[in-house]
């Protein structure tokens, strides 16, 4: 699989992301605690933002970093690493989680982008026109 990682310098924090879920008009908010751990310019507490721009569809599953290693996710560790924000290349049209919700299902969807990002508790999948990422 082909994938590009987008959080560099970055990351949800590892063991409480705390993540909040918000529709805004056509676009999917999501902020979450930030890494403090390895990161040294993020003190403790800091809160990350991103915004999913034009944002069709999406899902925010169950599947955590324990169902991950143990193989209860279509995709695999050598497939694409837990825990980090991806772009990925894959066929979201047939190949994406039975559990989610359209926001926009008026969207020409040739020119959008498939974005996953794995946090401790849960899984977001997203197919949008792009993403901003904001300190908070």
Same mark, same amino acid.
């Given at each position: 699989? #082909? %994938? ?10 590892? !063991?409480?992301? +705390? ?9 999917? &908010?999501?902020?979450?605690?930030? +890494? ?5 310019? @993020? ?7 991103? @915004?999913? !721009?034009?944002?069709?569809? $999406?899902?925010?599953?169950?599947? #955590? /970093?324990?169902? $991950?290693?143990?193989?209860? $996710?279509? %995709?695999?560790?050598?497939? *694409?690493?837990?825990?980090?924000? %991806?772009?990925?290349? =894959?066929?979201? &049209? ?19 982008? $498939?974005? @996953?990002?794995?946090? &401790?508790?849960?899984? *977001?999948?997203?197919?949008?026109? /792009?993403?901003?990422? =904001?300190? *908070?």
């Amino acid at each position: 699989m #082909n %994938y590009k990682k987008l959080n560099i310098g970055w990351n949800a924090d590892p !063991n409480a992301p +705390n993540v909040e879920l918000a529709v805004v008009g056509k676009n999917l &908010k999501i902020k979450f605690n930030l +890494n403090p751990f390895i990161f040294e310019r @993020i003190s403790e507490g800091a809160k990350g933002e991103l @915004i999913f !721009n034009l944002c069709f569809k $999406y899902s925010f599953n169950s599947c #955590n /970093d324990e169902g $991950y290693f143990n193989g209860q $996710y279509r %995709y695999k560790e050598d497939q *694409l690493p837990w825990g980090e924000f %991806y772009e990925i290349q =894959n066929d979201w &049209k047939n190949d994406f989680h039975p559990d989610f919700k359209v926001l926009n299902n008026d969207l020409v969807t040739k020119e959008l982008k $498939y974005f @996953i990002f794995f946090f &401790k508790d849960n899984t *977001l999948e997203c197919v949008a026109a /792009d993403f901003e990422f =904001n300190n *908070l």
